[in-house]
């Protein structure tokens, strides 16, 4: 299975398997045969979940699913998955794009020369 494959599945099945309540997901070990793929590609994806602030591992505890604080990556990620977006984070994202967009617009002119 490709890791851009991997990475939207995973991230679709640890929505749907997580405990509603906790959000704990299933084990290293159970997704590596769901997915019929070694522990360590499964480590592999998770890490790059946990870059995004999709889950957070916990030491001798499990894996948890973390939306609160989920990157822009993230966000496209859950869209590429078709795992329903948060609208708040919709509106924060592009609101935070405009500050940026703004701010570079302030820099170019700032900086444009003659030339």
């Given at each position: 299975?490709?890791?851009?494959?991997?990475?939207?599945?995973?991230?679709?099945?640890?929505?749907?398997?997580?405990?509603?309540?906790?959000?704990?997901?299933?084990?290293?070990?159970?997704?590596?045969?769901h997915f019929?793929?070694?522990r360590g590609?499964?480590?592999?994806?998770?890490?790059?979940?946990?870059?995004?602030r999709i889950?957070?591992?916990?030491?001798?505890?499990?894996?948890?699913?973390?939306?609160?604080?989920?990157?822009?990556?993230?966000?496209?990620?859950?869209?590429?998955?078709?795992?329903?977006?948060?609208?708040?984070?919709?509106?924060?994202?592009?609101?935070?794009?405009?500050?940026?967009?703004?701010?570079?617009?302030?820099?170019?002119?700032?900086?444009?020369?003659?030339?």
């Open positions: 299975m490709k890791e851009k494959n991997l990475l939207a599945e995973l991230a679709a099945y640890l929505f749907s398997h997580s405990d509603n309540a906790t959000g704990r997901t299933p084990s290293e070990r159970e997704l590596a045969e019929a793929v070694s590609q499964i480590r592999e994806a998770l890490a790059i979940l946990e870059a995004m889950v957070e591992r916990r030491a001798k505890s499990g894996i948890y699913i973390d939306t609160k604080q989920a990157s822009v990556e993230a966000m496209a990620l859950f869209a590429r998955a078709g795992l329903p977006l948060d609208p708040i984070q919709i509106y924060e994202t592009v609101e935070l794009r405009k500050i940026h967009e703004i701010k570079a617009a302030e820099l170019a002119c700032s900086r444009a020369t003659e030339e």
